[in-house]
């Protein structure tokens, strides 16, 4: 079944294709972009999301393409860079990217309130809204967008029908299949009116996109820690240009490891941790087994202890699925995932393998880079090799199901040298287009240890006495349960 689908759909891509070109492309050559034809024809996620907005109705989706074809290359959105638009514009804040919802799309965020109708400025607005949608759809390719119309603060005059209808079309016609949702966050009883045109605009298959917000509601779609405190939430970020914010990935903290103070730290705290969870294991065990040759104060060597510790996290770490990207397959493949604070399993395995036949550099960004301590975070893979990457939350933060992880890779030349001055160069100079990239999505996973015995921070230094009294309670214990009547 699945299978006759799949040749469904390349057939009708290669149909796509071939009439664009036969009865659109041929006698007027000059009419689009050279680079949309050339992707059109490469790129079958491109073609198959045209298609999938008019329900693969080829005719639809020939007209569909010649439309958003011809505005591309109006707007020139291949070449849009910041010198395009006016600086107050970027400046202002009315529009930009950032953030997730709770089904982690993308937030494109429009502060209505900075939005004054005037025609002088209608093209420029509308360049930085193809701006931001362009920058995203090469970074993303095809993953869906929410739209944050935050209508706080807003008056009538601050109500632009043309631009609001330009932003549906963006979302029609020129990117098909990027909008999850459009949020809309306190409007005014007084602009009722206007938003019963734009569900017609929208069409009634796209009105139920429509979600209409108060303070309480919108952490229906995006939790506190993305919403601004006048949405109820808790997020600091204040918006400010230059420099323009990016797609919220940032290089996390100790790019090249730990510095050795915090190492230190880390390494003592982690000792601590696995030293209570030796000790828990071996207390629950002998509660079970009736306290078989417990003696704790000849305890194992710490040799010994680290290898157990070390095949406990390994086993709980061990990433099974694998992405197989160009240059490197990645493990795992979706989802990092981490334990709850009370499982005591902090951090988390990323494996990269290098699949080609030259070595390549990778980086690893995150959008909490006050979060996590990565080890290592910008190096380089030898052909044929394997690297651990190691991802630690730090100071005991929580992990969130919001947070982000980036990978980066690029093929390097063979006479290219790998050390961090030769990286830094590296990733200056290589083109956007030779770098692969692959996102990983966290995870939490909730413990599931016993909780009948529960250690103090301390727990692993006790005293040779304190541990006497700790076994000696566990006899008495067990020998009451022992004599008490069924």
């Known amino acids: 079944m699945a299978e006759g689908h799949a040749q469904n759909k390349a057939k009708l891509v290669a149909e796509t294709r071939r009439r664009f070109e036969a009865e659109y492309v041929t006698d007027k050559p000059d009419k689009y972009d050279p680079r949309d034809v050339e992707r059109l024809q490469q790129d079958d996620n491109w073609v198959e999301s045209y298609l999938f907005w008019r329900h693969d109705a080829v005719d639809e989706t020939l007209k569909m393409i010649d439309e958003s074809f011809q505005w591309r290359k109006e707007m020139a959105v291949h070449d849009l860079t910041e010198a395009s638009i006016p ?77 609001v209808r330009f932003i549906i079309n963006c979302f029609k016609v020129y990117y098909p299949k990027y909008l999850s949702k459009i949020v809309i966050f306190d409007m005014p009883w007084i602009m009722n009116a206007a938003f019963k045109i734009v569900k017609s605009w929208l069409g009634p298959e796209a009105v139920s996109l429509l979600k209409f917000t108060n303070k309480h509601e919108v952490q229906d779609y995006v939790s506190v820690e993305y919403l601004p405190p006048h949405m109820g939430g ?123 036949k030259n070595i390549v550099a990778f980086k690893v960004r995150t959008t909490a880079p006050e979060k996590y301590r990565v080890k290592p975070s910008n190096s380089s893979c030898d052909p044929g090799a394997s690297i651990d990457i190691v991802v630690c939350p730090h100071g005991g933060v929580a992990v969130s199901a919001q947070d982000r992880f980036l990978i980066m890779a690029a093929e390097m030349e063979q006479t290219s040298g790998t050390g961090p001055a030769e990286l830094a160069q590296f990733w200056k100079e290589v083109p956007r287009s030779k770098v692969m990239e692959h996102r990983l999505r966290c995870h939490t996973v909730e413990s599931s240890k016993p909780t009948s015995l529960t250690l103090k921070d301390g727990a692993f230094n006790v005293s040779d006495k304190t541990s006497e009294d700790m076994c000696l309670q566990f006899a008495n214990s067990r020998r009451e349960n022992d004599c008490s009547p069924p």
């Open 234 to 356: 808790t997020d600091p970020f204040k918006y400010s240009y230059p420099p323009l914010i990016d797609d919220d990935f940032q290089t996390p903290l100790c790019e090249n490891g730990p510095i050795a103070s915090e190492d230190e730290a880390s390494s003592k705290e982690d000792t601590e941790s696995d030293g209570k969870e030796i000790l828990e294991a071996v207390f629950n065990e002998e509660q079970v087994a009736g306290l078989k040759k417990i003696n704790l104060t000849e305890s194992t060597s710490k040799a010994e202890e680290n290898e157990k510790v070390d095949s406990k996290t390994k086993a709980f770490k061990k990433p099974l699925s694998v992405f197989k990207g160009p240059l490197l397959h990645i493990s795992p493949a979706e989802e990092l995932y981490f334990g709850s604070i009370d499982s005591g399993e902090k951090k988390s395995l990323i494996v990269l393998t290098n699949v080609t």
């Open 87 to 163: 600086k107050w514009l970027l400046e202002i804040g009315g529009i930009y990217l950032h953030g997730y919802d709770k089904e982690g799309n993308k937030l494109l965020w429009i502060r209505v309130k900075y939005h004054v109708k005037d025609n002088k400025t209608i093209l420029d607005k509308k360049k930085l809204i193809a701006f931001w949608l362009e920058r995203y759809a090469k970074r993303e390719n095809g993953k869906p967008i929410t739209v944050m119309f935050d209508l706080s603060e807003t008056g009538i005059n601050s109500i632009d029908m043309d631009f």
